[in-house]
């Protein structure tokens, strides 16, 4: 498997094909262009799965704007190979990935879309979970820095990478005092903060990269205020 594995990635960053593996079609002069997407997507696939609580049920992946000349494919099996790595025991490839989603009764379902709103792309990936619905979007900087764009109905700017806090709290006073005072107590250091706002006076999301874990204690802290929604964590390593 691992053989297969290597000989499929060989193909997408280098357009290599060796040996029979049924793989999606690609063009070689595109593969530049599709290899940044391809992070993205799996990145997004595994942030998602973090957030989410209960079985997948069904994934929708909608792509917008100019991803849409590329082949897309392959960009949902490695949203898929996110979307499942951190919850299996066993490795989960692009070969073997869209398996391990059929044998898990997942439904899998792409849209083109030619509107990608403020970007030049858009990848959105929304799954059913315990008969909820879950999203996260983002898109390529300078079509190549992978960025989250949006997580349920907060509009974000994060980059996907490390250990990533996330709190859902009401907006009040004194919330990311108390979170930084927290996580400082704790010797975690903050590499990038973000707060983003559903509306003034509403709910927000608190966005928090380290380069270290966040322990259990930091998080059943954070829990404790009586501000505090919800308290979740992915790690994109």
Do not use: W
């Not at 008969?131 to 989250?148: E, N, W």
């Amino acid at each position: 498997a691992i053989g297969i594995a290597e000989q499929l990635v060989d193909y997408f960053t280098k357009g290599v094909a060796k040996g029979a593996v049924n793989i999606p079609s690609v063009a070689p002069e595109l593969l530049p262009r599709l290899q940044p997407f391809l992070t993205l997507a799996e990145k997004l696939g595994a942030l998602q799965t973090q957030l989410v609580q209960g079985g997948i049920e069904r994934v929708t992946v909608e792509y917008s704007g100019e991803v849409t000349t590329l082949s897309i494919a392959p960009l949902t099996i490695a949203v898929l190979k996110g979307l499942l790595t951190p919850i299996m025991e066993h490795p989960v490839n692009y070969v073997n990935a869209p398996i391990v989603a059929k044998e898990r009764g997942i439904e899998v379902k792409e849209i083109k879309t030619t509107d990608a709103g403020d970007f030049t792309s858009l990848i959105r990936v929304r799954v059913e979970a315990g008969k909820v619905s879950h999203q996260v979007a983002g898109t390529l900087y300078h079509k190549k820095d992978a960025r989250v764009t949006e997580i349920e109905q907060f509009k974000v700017e994060v980059v996907p990478e490390g250990h990533m806090l996330l709190i859902h709290n009401v907006d009040r006073p004194g919330v990311i005092g108390m979170v930084g005072k927290v996580l400082g107590d704790h010797g975690i250091n903050i590499l990038r903060m973000q707060c983003a706002l559903e509306k003034r006076g509403g709910d927000a999301l608190l966005i928090i990269g380290s380069d270290t874990e966040f322990p259990s204690t930091v998080l059943d802290q954070i829990r404790s205020s009586s501000n505090i929604l919800s308290v979740k964590v992915a790690n994109l390593l």
